[in-house]
């Protein structure tokens, strides 16, 4: 395994408890980073602090954080400075999928919902961490979309839509910052078995294998190797881009 250089950095995780997230933080923990979890599963998010606290590395915080509720996320930005007296990287993991069912299937709420958590959501954390490391004078916020974002699934509008304005966002907040030495990308996997998996029907499953040449889904660790290097200084001029870890399946 590579050797990715975070020594000293602060590293802010949403969705940190579990999947994507928690393997982000382990190898961010083996890097010489400091993490600090973002989560809504207050019991999860504890357990889970336990657990990488245990690797011996660096300092693990966690904050129990709904990151549609702007105060909250707030709150999550003030206590990980208070605790470890900067945020250096942000990571957006956090998602849902919503189900599966057609677009006129779907109800309101259940669409909604999957906005708010997967695009406002990011939004949200991306807008109180940044004054941040404006102040600082550096920062590495790397985004967690998806290959449905780029292409559509059938039967998960509300998800790819969600990961297609995180996209944009990526983009868009990517060139404002650009002269900041804040650098802003995103990663679009193709899927990752993780617990994610539980909301989603047998066919959707299986209708995502079918489409990666590699016939496998991503290993979460996988997916930890680019994010950090993308959170890393050896990432320097690259920013509003769409990094692909889809198996074969992206095609531009």
């Not at 994507?20 to 207050?42: E, F, M, P, T």
């Not at 990980?80 to 998602?95: C, F, P, Q």
């Not at 989603?200 to 997916?223: C, G, T, V, W």
Request: net charge negative; charged share 20%.
């Amino acid at each position: 395994m590579n050797q990715i250089d975070l020594e000293g950095r602060v590293v802010a995780i949403t969705g940190g408890a579990r999947g994507i997230g928690y393997a982000v933080a382990q190898r961010a923990l083996n890097s010489g980073a400091s993490v600090a979890l973002w989560d809504a599963d207050a019991e999860r998010l504890a357990r889970s602090q336990r657990e990488l606290s245990e690797l011996g590395r660096g300092k693990v915080t966690a904050v129990t954080v709904e990151l549609t509720q702007e105060a909250n996320v707030a709150q999550a930005v003030e206590q990980t400075v208070a605790d470890h007296g900067a945020i250096h990287v942000l990571i957006n993991s956090a998602g849902i999928t919503g189900g599966n069912g057609t677009t006129w299937e779907l109800e309101p709420d259940v669409w909604r919902r999957v906005i708010d958590v997967n695009l406002i959501g990011p939004y949200l954390t991306c807008r109180a961490v940044v004054p941040h490391m404006l102040k600082q004078g550096y920062g590495r916020i790397v985004n967690i979309s998806s290959v449905a974002g780029k292409e559509g699934n059938p039967n998960a509008s509300h998800y790819s839509a969600s990961k297609a304005g995180l996209i944009g966002l990526t983009k868009s907040l990517g060139k404002e910052l650009a002269t900041k030495n804040i650098l802003v990308n995103a990663v679009t996997p193709a899927a990752a078995k993780t617990e994610i998996f539980d909301s989603m029907s047998q066919q959707h499953i299986d209708y995502m294998l079918s489409k990666i040449p590699m016939n496998r889904f991503l290993l979460p660790e996988e997916a930890a190797s680019l994010i950090l290097w993308l959170s890393s200084e050896d990432c320097a001029f690259s920013t509003g881009a769409v990094f692909d870890l889809s198996g074969g399946r992206a095609t531009y």
